[in-house]
């Protein structure tokens, strides 16, 4: 079935699908690699200490973790607000942006965070709840949708349309057209 006018998919485009599996597997390796450098792979030298490569893939992590908020902030606009209010996969979905923002939380205290104990906490949670992020993600891009909202339209708040087999927002141009005042 063909779109109405003002109607947007959340279909992401190819370019932007693939930058944005860019950043979120950079930033899953490159957290990884640091994990995997740090607990089990041991210095190569004489002096025990942490390995050559532990510190780059910490700032390779970073940097993909600034990123990563401007993806967010991308996927906000054009994939998180308009599927809220279409209703399909809200559970999904809400599990993978309230991990993705406790994984950015987590990393700037991670930061700042000057209790070490306090910190050591907070580090094994990002580092194990970073390691399960791609499975949310994965059961959020296979999991069927939800019944679509107009199943009942005294629950929800958004017009009833009969393109119930895409996920669609409903948009208003920004300079609305002037009306006609009725003839007398």
């Known amino acids: 079935m063909a779109r109405r006018a ?3 998919t959340l279909t992401i485009g190819p ?12 930033l899953w390796l490159s957290g990884g690699l640091w994990l995997l450098y740090h607990y089990f792979v041991p210095s190569q030298g004489v002096f025990p200490g942490p390995h050559p490569l532990e510190p780059w893939w910490l700032r390779l992590h970073g940097a993909f973790a600034f990123v990563s908020i401007w993806v967010l902030g991308l996927l906000w606009s054009v994939h998180v607000t308009p599927g809220w209010a279409g209703g399909k996969r809200r559970r999904s979905g809400a599990a993978v942006v309230g991990l993705f923002l406790w994984l950015i939380l987590s990393g700037y205290l991670l930061y700042y965070l000057g209790h ?8 094994l949670l ?4 970073g390691l399960l992020f791609p499975v949310s993600f ?6 069927s949708p939800s019944a679509p909202l107009t199943a009942n339209p005294a629950n929800h708040r958004r017009p009833v349309t009969e393109d119930t087999h ?7 141009p920004f300079i609305q057209p002037a009306t006609q005042s009725p003839r007398a």
Request: charged letters at 20%.
């Open 116 to 123: 070490e104990r306090l910190r050591s906490v907070t580090s």
């Open 166 to 172: 895409e996920v669609t927002l409903h948009t208003k």
């Open 15 to 26: 370019a932007r699908r693939l930058g944005i599996y860019v950043v979120g597997s950079g």
């Open 126 to 129: 990002h580092w194990s709840l």
């Open 138 to 143: 994965l059961l959020h891009r296979v999991a």
């Open 6 to 8: 003002g109607q947007r």
